[in-house]
């Protein structure tokens, strides 16, 4: 183990020794609390966000892409709480439109089922960073509680792969394990296209592309989605600054990612919001946190949704930050919300065929 590497462990062993101090201290510490749009920030969030100011991190927009990746994978690392237990997980190829696409095979524990109900999920970052491995213990735990397979993709980066290339694999990655997954043990009629953030307009794309397919997904599962790359919503200015997403780091993906943001943005594939037409796409749950700048965005893909007859559910935790999908073991709120979100995709689950 580098030094780098004991100096994070080390860290991160003191950030969650400090954010599970008793809520009474925490709230001294943290100081008065944060209110936006009416909403008033978590208390462990806020005291998160302050030991992150006192911490000396460098701001997202201003590290190096392999930085931020280094950064990004060992925060999710740190703060996603312990492994839950899995029956198996399986590393494999599937074929790319420019190559193997990685992909990550997870199988609850206990199931006698012989074709298991899946999770295709895609990991968020910005389509800049984000990985199987950052992603591990997010996944272990929908999988273990939600007692469906999950599949993780590995879908290409940017800055070395633009728009479309995330696109294209997300596509690609859907339509293989549609059309494989009697034989990989898995259920083709009951497949959940899921993502949090990046990730989360990737499934939603996939869901509005392929939803005429023979194998369309029962089900969207969409966490805090960027759906529109204009980023002019409100709360994209009352948000911006000060709950770890901001508007500079948000210009930094848009940079890294499209190759012309003033033509591209408008483009369904980038900014699904901006599909000309919902109709006959998947059910959806559409999850967003309150101190988000995405919040509005996804609040907004949930009602066109709903105005083109789709059943779409949005909840709203008012309370929490982007990101919060990798704040489990370290943020009481951020935990109730994923067993609250793994809940909602059982219950849809359940209602098929009913």
Known sequence: MSMKEIARELQGKVANLALRMPISWVHILAGAPVAVDGRTLDGRIQWFLKLLAYSGQAPLHSLSVAEAREDYDAFMQLLGGRPAPVSSILDRTLPGPAGPVRIRIYRPAGTVARLLPTIVYFHGGGWVIGSLEGYDLACRYFSAR?????????????????????????????????????????????????????????????????????????????????????????????????????????????????????????????????????????????????????????????????????KAIHREFETLIHGFVGMRGAVHAAARAMDDMVAGVRHELAQLGR
């Open 146 to 310: 939600s007692g469906c397979a999950v599949v993780s993709v590995d879908y290409r980066l940017a800055p070395e792969h633009k728009f479309p290339a995330a696109v294209d694999d997300a596509l690609a990655s859907y339509r293989w394990l549609a059309s494989e997954a009697v034989s990989l043990g898995l259920d083709p009629d009951r497949i959940v296209v899921a993502g949090d953030s990046a990730g989360g307009a990737l499934a939603a794309v996939v869901a509005q592309t392929v939803r005429h397919e023979p194998h369309p997904p029962c089900l969207q599962w969409l966490i805090y989605p960027a759906t529109d790359m204009a980023g002019d919503s409100a709360s994209h200015k009352s948000c911006g600054e000060g709950f770890l997403l901001t508007q500079s780091d948000m210009a930094w993906f848009r940079m890294h990612y499209l190759n012309d943001a003033g033509a591209e943005a408008g483009d369904p594939r980038a900014s699904p919001l901006r599909a000309a037409d919902l109709t006959g796409v998947a059910p959806a749950l559409v999850y967003t946190a309150g101190f988000d700048p995405l919040r509005d965005e996804g609040q907004a893909y949930a009602v066109r949704l709903q105005s083109a007859g789709v």
